[in-house]
């Protein structure tokens, strides 16, 4: 259900041809559509998204990760280790997450990122969809299975910031 609906969004906003007027504020000056950026380099901004700068190691390097990451949620899912729910929710959102940003870099060649997260008092924007607000709320759940310390947790919560 969690790959369907990042999919059907990021298919709704990359064939959109209107129906409401940009852009749709949802909280006053920070999630918001303004654009839809195809998100074909691993960068978030338009200045370093351009289809021409795609390079052999980024695309290897991407699959790679996507590939072991998803072979590895796999298998920590499959029922031979001991999970409790709150495990599985956190693997089954990565999982639903890293999928579905593969799924879509494979089969148009980009990542329909469309949802911008600012603040009003700054010039840049971060554009995100569905899979990666999945990821990140996977990679918060890993902070509370793996770390017992309030500062480990921390740390890792930064780095999962980082990842989307």
């Known amino acids: 259900m969690l790959l369907l609906i990042d999919l059907a969004t990021k298919h709704y906003f990359r064939f959109f041809e209107g129906g409401f007027e940009l852009p749709l504020v949802f909280i006053e000056g920070y999630p918001y559509i303004d654009n839809v950026l195809f998100n074909h380099t691993g960068f978030f901004d338009e200045e370093h998204n351009d289809p021409e700068q795609v390079t052999v190691l980024s695309q290897f390097l991407f699959y790679t990760f996507a590939t072991l990451s998803l072979v590895g949620l796999s298998i920590s899912m499959s029922g031979e280790y001991e999970t409790n729910i709150s495990q599985r929710i956190s693997r089954l959102l990565l999982f639903a997450g890293v999928f579905g940003n593969v799924l879509d870099k494979f089969y148009f060649g980009s990542v329909c990122d469309w949802l911008t997260i600012t603040r009003p008092e700054v010039s840049y924007y971060y554009a995100t969809n569905?899979?990666?607000?999945?990821?990140?709320?996977?990679?918060?759940?890993?902070?509370?299975?793996?770390?017992?310390?309030?500062?480990?947790?921390?740390?890792?919560?930064?780095?999962?910031l980082l990842q989307i």
């Not at 770390?147 to 921390?154: G, V």
Request: with cysteine.
């Open 130 to 160: 569905f899979a990666d607000i999945f990821i990140f709320l996977g990679l918060f759940g890993f902070a509370f299975e793996i770390f017992e310390e309030t500062f480990s947790r921390l740390a890792w919560c930064s780095f999962a």
